[in-house]
């Protein structure tokens, strides 16, 4: 009872990530959805350790925190630059690599 | 029989090893030693260039700080040689099957233990350095005799060259780097001496090489040094092999004794199990022909002398502190450390002839020759040092331990001081041409003449100096003449005793020659020389002190020129009586040999003399100018003396066989039967395979390269380049449309995840 709730909320956290980043077409806000999709497996990733009494997930958990921070300050600066050579963020004009 | 059945059977009682971990703090905490020049080093690298004097203070600082150490050290050592009465350390021992155990029994019995009286019990200090499969490799320091008169000549010639360094090398363009091996090279050295097992040995053997390589080839922008440098690492690669395999062969032998033990590096472990004989003779001889070869490339014995003289390419405080005083006797050392292992495995005692013995003979008198046609100072000495070498090795292959001890000792002190008096000369003529640049110096650099006077004496072996002492004491322990009654060494080696003899009037020659080219007759070089400052003069007046007093430590017993308490003082605190020491017998003293080895000095001056002093001088008075040698001397007047002269020039062609014959021997055959094979094997087999290959081929092309695999081959260009113009329109380059794919992609496998477990 208690892990399943746990569950949906990751879920629908997940969903709403994808949909994020499916959908949105400023930069900053798809790494926003990144982040949730990232925080969404980490509920997962706790719930589950919580519920198995297992330490291994929590220390992953803290190990995607960790990653995430990396991630989107990488991102972020990526931003930054696209911002800075063409004075606009919006993804769906990128597409200098179209085959 | 029944006897050697029961003790094969039995267990083996324990040896004792003679050592023991109690002692005063100096002795316990030798370590400190080569700890603090290494940090020196490391001081050096990182902060030398910032110091005001570039680093050397650092060097200076610090070796006088070991220098202190090692003579607190040194009186430790002698308190504790006459007063310590502690616990000694044994090794218990494995049954197993010793057939020789029996014969053994008596092999204690002709030595002379008595001599000495008490035992000396080294102090052994030791921590683990790491564990793997089973085996534990330690660290540790050894304080014994030889070890400490060791650490208090390398950190006195240390010292001395350091601050004479200061001056010498003073406006370098890698001035501090120059301190920083000069650190690096004591801390190993250091080290060395102290080992308290093989692979600390090893460690620090290839540490001292290192810096060698890296000190001779201190001003490698001139292709030669770097050669040279290049020369001396290689020639000492060889014999480097050698060691490994030694210290592993001894690792194992004694690992067999020792019960549930794979083998033992400790020094003390492995000499008192050769020493009492438990050791099969011929393991111990196959060792001891490995560290031999160590030895020869190391010491520069001959045949593996060529890089020394070559090594002279670096700066000459180098040439003095290790190719002279310090890393050369290195191998000498290493003997005296495992002397259990020589001892045995050559068959020293009783013998008349081994190995070891020959080699260092060969080489005194090799070395020797080689120094009369030099035209270099440093390479007169260079060759000097490989005969004073051989003498060593010489005395410890005819068991003459505590003689050849003493004479590294003197060595260290009158060849140093040889060294720096012909870097004081060559600073001040700016070349080490004897023959075109020197003449008359003696005026002009009145301390250098001097100090290089009384070293040269000394290397002679004159009474009183200081080489006299020690070598007249090799001399006697070859056992004599062996006609007049031998002086009861540990076997007769007349015939060290001759190529002794020959090799002293020959060193008193070229000495002589070397002086006369130096600092006699009129100056023929150019410039203003000078003489050196007070950093140059102080370590040579210090060091010709000691090559006039340093033999009178070792006073030879029965002559009754001083009290009984004062004789032989050398031999009694260098010298172990321990388990882990083999029982030499000494020889003792005579009279005629000490009187014969003076006339034979003396006649090697006096022709020289006669030669240089005399007939030169005459002759060049005559031409009104300055010559080096008579016009028409010797070699120009005899066939023998010019091919005798041509063979020494070219230093009796090793150079050429090494590099001309043996590398070409080995890299010619290879490369011919590498031809002949390619040639007729490979182009043979290659040829029918193509003949065949093409008509196979014509065959193919004709029928199914043009039908079928053209075919396949178009077919599939069509499908790939198609596939490839509707696969192009997806990368639309949005990154959006790519994650919509991607998360379409997870969602299908998901499902199909699903579906199927």
């Known amino acids: 009872m208690l892990l399943n709730q746990f569950l949906i909320l990751s879920a629908v956290l997940f969903s709403i990530g994808v949909y994020g980043v499916l959908t949105r077409r400023n930069g900053v806000m798809v790494l926003m959805s990144i982040e949730l999709i990232l925080n969404s497996v980490n509920i997962n990733l706790v719930a589950f350790a919580a519920f198995r009494e297992a330490i291994p997930g929590e220390v992953f958990a803290l190990f995607v925190i960790a990653v995430a921070a990396a991630e989107v300050g990488v991102g972020l600066a990526m931003v930054l630059l696209l911002y800075r050579n063409r004075r606009n963020i919006d993804l769906a004009e990128i597409d200098s690599m179209k085959g | ?757």
């Open chain 2, 1 to 757: 029989m029944i006897q050697i059945l029961a003790a094969s059977l039995s267990p083996l009682p324990s040896i004792p090893l003679g050592i023991t971990q109690e002692g005063n703090w100096f002795l316990q905490n030798a370590w400190l030693i080569p700890l603090i020049p290494a940090l020196s080093f490391i001081g050096i690298l990182f902060f030398g260039k910032r110091l005001p004097r570039g680093g050397a203070e650092l060097g200076v600082a610090a070796l006088l700080i070991v220098f202190l150490l090692s003579i607190c050290t040194g009186f430790a050592w002698m308190d504790h040689r006459d007063n310590f009465h502690g616990e000694e350390i044994s090794q218990v021992l494995t049954t197993g099957e010793h057939g020789e155990h029996g014969e053994h029994g008596e092999h204690g019995e002709h030595g002379e233990h008595g001599e000495h009286g008490e035992p000396s019990l080294a102090v052994v200090n030791t921590t683990t350095w790491f564990i793997t499969g089973g085996v534990e490799f330690s660290v540790g320091t050894l304080v014994d005799g030889p070890a400490v008169m060791m650490l208090f000549v390398v950190t006195l010639v240390s010292l001395l060259v350091h601050i004479y360094s200061t001056d010498y090398v003073a406006g370098d363009r890698r001035y501090t780097h120059f301190f920083a091996f000069l650190s690096l090279f004591s801390a190993s050295m250091l080290l060395l001496v102290i080992s308290e097992n093989t692979l600390q040995l090893l460690v620090s053997w290839e540490l001292v090489g290192l810096c060698s390589f890296a000190l001779i080839g201190h001003w490698w922008e001139e292709k030669e040094n770097s050669n040279a440098a290049l020369k001396a690492f290689l020639t000492n690669r060889v014999g480097d092999m050698g060691l490994l395999i030694g210290v592993t062969i001894l690792f194992f032998a004694s690992g067999k004794m020792i019960p549930d033990s794979f083998g033992s590096f400790s020094i003390a472990t492995t000499n008192a199990l050769a020493s009492s004989g438990l050791l099969p003779h011929t393991t111990l001889l196959i060792a001891a022909c490995c560290l031999m070869a160590a030895v020869m490339s190391k010491s520069g014995q001959f045949f593996l002398h060529t890089w020394l003289p070559d090594a002279m390419a670096g700066p000459t405080p180098v040439s003095a502190l290790i190719h002279a005083a310090t890393m050369v006797v290195a191998g000498v050392f290493m003997i005296a450390r495992l002397y259990g292992v020589f001892f045995e495995g050559f068959s020293i005692g009783g013998s008349s002839i081994n190995l070891m013995a020959l080699v260092g003979g060969f080489t005194t008198l090799v070395g020797a020759c080689l120094a009369f046609v030099q035209r270099d100072i440093k390479k007169v000495l260079a060759y000097s040092t490989i005969s004073q070498l051989g003498y060593m090795v010489m005395a410890l292959g005819v068991g003459a331990w505590t003689a050849a001890m003493f004479h590294l000792f003197t060595h260290a002190f009158f060849k140093a001081c040889l060294f720096l008096g012909s870097g004081s000369v060559a600073h001040s003529v700016h070349s080490f041409d004897m023959k075109s640049d020197m003449g008359g110096l003696r005026k002009v650099m009145p301390h250098t003449f001097r100090t290089f006077i009384i070293g040269s004496i000394a290397l002679a072996g004159l009474p009183p100096f200081a080489g006299f002492w020690s070598k007249d004491e090799i001399l006697v322990g070859t056992g004599g003449w062996g006609i007049m009654g031998g002086t009861g060494g540990n076997g007769s080696y007349t015939f060290m005793l001759v190529m002794g003899m020959i090799t002293a009037a020959l060193t008193a020659a070229y000495m002589t020659r070397c002086v006369y080219l130096t600092f006699f007759g009129e100056f023929r070089g150019h410039g203003d020389p000078h003489e050196s400052g007070p950093r140059i003069t102080v370590p040579l007046w210090i060091l010709a002190v000691l090559a006039i007093f340093a033999g009178f430590l070792n006073l030879p017993k029965g002559f009754q020129l001083v009290p009984e308490s004062l004789q032989e003082r050398f031999g009694h605190y260098v010298e172990p009586v321990a388990g882990y020491f083999p029982k030499i017998s000494h020889a003792t003293p005579s009279w005629s040999l000490a009187i014969i080895s003076t006339i034979v000095v003396v006649t090697g001056i006096a022709v020289a003399w006669n030669y240089y002093f005399v007939k030169v001088e005459k002759a060049s008075k005559e031409s009104g100018q300055s010559l080096t040698e008579l016009p028409d001397g010797l070699t120009t007047r005899l066939v023998i003396a010019r091919m005798g002269h041509t063979l020494l020039v070219n230093k009796y062609y090793l150079d050429h066989l090494y590099t001309g014959i043996i590398t070409r021997a080995v890299k010619e055959p290879i490369a011919e039967l590498a031809y002949r094979s390619n040639q007729e094997i490979l182009d043979r087999t290659v040829d029918t395979f193509g003949r065949t290959a093409v008509k196979v081929g014509q065959f193919n092309y004709n029928k199914i390269d043009q039908t079928v695999v053209d075919g396949f081959v178009n077919a599939s260009g069509r499908i790939s380049s198609d596939s490839g113009e509707e696969l192009r329109k997806i990368q639309s380059g949005k990154v959006q449309s790519y994650a919509a794919i991607l998360f379409a992609a997870a969602t299908i496998l998901a499902g199909l995840l699903i579906v199927i477990v």
